[in-house]
């Protein structure tokens, strides 16, 4: 089992910055990809970008050039620099760690762009 906690979302204003973390604990060693999903009121679930085991990053088109996610070396904390954020990034962020049987989603943390 793994399990993920998420910390940092908020509000903030247009143009501004925020940094998620999601620190994993549990049987680590059985992830391949951590990443971020978000999930806007009546809207689906979709992709924000991941990073896999060996640093390959992919980033939805909607956040390229704008957010950064990163990990540290231990490869059990992974984390999501959002810059010049846009009310459009208004969403619940969720973490989500796949491992090769299954994958495991944290709880959720709002994020509110907002003037």
């Known amino acids: 089992q793994v399990q993920l906690v998420e910390s940092g979302g908020g509000l903030v204003q247009p143009g501004g910055s925020l940094r998620l973390s999601c620190a994993a604990s549990g049987y680590i060693y059985s992830i391949v990809r951590m990443g971020w999903y978000r999930q806007a009121p009546g809207k689906q679930r979709v992709l924000v970008a991941h990073?896999?085991?060996?640093?390959?990053?992919n980033y939805a088109d909607s956040v390229k050039g704008r957010f950064t996610i990163s990990r540290n070396n231990a490869k059990d904390t992974v984390y999501l620099q959002m810059n010049s954020l846009k009310p459009e990034d208004t969403a619940v962020y969720y973490c989500c760690a796949l491992s090769l049987s299954r994958d495991y989603w944290g709880q959720g943390t709002q994020v509110t762009v907002s003037s």
């Open positions: 990073i896999t085991n060996t640093g390959t990053t």
